[in-house]
């Protein structure tokens, strides 16, 4: 399954699209340690743009770990998004 991920910066789209990323992240706290070092390495770079995308990441999934307390593997990008936003268009699901 391909996810279609909008980032400000390539570098990250890497980092968060690649199957690897999805497939060494298992749970979701291994996930947040993964994007703490990122942007533990972005502020050291003095990049702030990609510092204050990380920031939102982890923010989003500790709230989407807090909802869900009953989740142990990693969700999407789009999952955690879908699950903090669902009325946004692009999370609308449609019954036939």
Known sequence: MSTSVICPRVKFCELISTPTWREAMATIDEQLQTYRAALAEAQAKGDQAIARK???????LEEYQQRHPEESDAPSP???????NP???NCRVYDD
Do not use: P, R, T
Not at 54 to 60: G, I, K, P, R, T
Not at 79 to 84: A, N, P, Q
């Open 87 to 89: 009325s946004n268009i």
């Open 54 to 60: 990380l920031e939102q990441q982890v923010s989003e």
């Open 78 to 84: 789009l999952e955690v998004f879908c699950d903090l």
